[in-house]
């Protein structure tokens, strides 16, 4: 089977409880596309594995795009600063004490980019992308 980090990372974000506190329940996480009766907030994820060098095929860099969706920005923004606190500096997985009983060592993640969208006035869903790489092996 393969070991995906992105499973384990979305595994570690749902189980937080801070993250769980500031949403109001436990986030869902969910693959390229949202399901069509999902109630914000919720996280639209796209996942881009990557192994940087031929030379050390045992090390990964997956990219992931969080997207979160919400109707209330400022809630939007306190999800986005805990994603952030957990994901956005190398090494914070790993001082945390690392994800655990995954498939996958994670060593570090940092964030690589972020943009804000407006919301759109079919659903009223602000959305929040952050881009993180993922260190793995």
Request: with cysteine; hydrophobic share 40%.
């Amino acid at each position: 089977m393969a070991k995906l980090s992105v499973y384990d990372v979305n595994t570690h974000l749902k189980a937080d409880a801070t993250l769980t506190s500031i949403a109001g329940k436990t986030m869902n996480f969910m693959p390229v596309v949202a399901t069509n009766g999902e109630a914000a907030p919720f996280v639209v994820y796209f996942y881009s594995p990557s192994i940087p060098s031929p030379d050390a095929y045992w090390i990964r860099k997956d990219n992931v795009r969080y997207s979160i969706f919400d109707t209330d920005v400022d809630r939007l923004f306190n999800i986005a600063e805990r994603i952030l606190a957990i994901l956005g500096t190398t090494g914070s997985i790993a001082k945390s004490g690392g994800v655990v009983g995954t498939n996958s060592r994670i060593i570090s993640s940092y964030q690589t980019g972020s943009s804000l969208a407006a919301p759109l006035e079919l659903n009223g869903w602000y959305r929040m992308n952050l881009d993180f790489k993922i260190c793995n092996v």
